[in-house]
């Protein structure tokens, strides 16, 4: 190993971004349940001074756009970046 680059970044303590990362949650739980369970999820959600970021692998497209749209209604909210994977379909 000649190089190691440290992306790791920690998130504030902030009350806003915890209620928006609940409330993308709660809409994502509400309208995509397949994607959680217990205290796991297949969608990560972050939230950094109230951007929020989705990480993770869905199923189809359209449920990567109900996860954009959901998050994009959030209160407090500012941008949602849809970083969710779309898994190939099954041949």
């Not at 190993?1 to 990362?21: F, H, Y």
């Not at 749209?69 to 190939?88: D, G, T, W, Y």
């Amino acid at each position: 190993v000649e190089k190691i680059t440290n992306n790791i970044n920690i998130l504030p303590l902030g009350r806003n971004d915890m209620q928006i990362r609940a409330g993308a949650r709660a809409a994502l739980q509400r309208m995509l349940p397949r994607y959680f369970w217990g205290s796991g999820s297949a969608i990560k959600i972050i939230v950094k001074n109230g951007d929020v970021i989705l990480l993770g692998t869905v199923s189809k497209k359209e449920d990567s756009d109900i996860a954009y749209i959901q998050c994009s209604h959030v209160p407090m909210a500012f941008k949602v970046f849809n970083m969710l994977r779309v898994e190939p379909a099954a041949k």
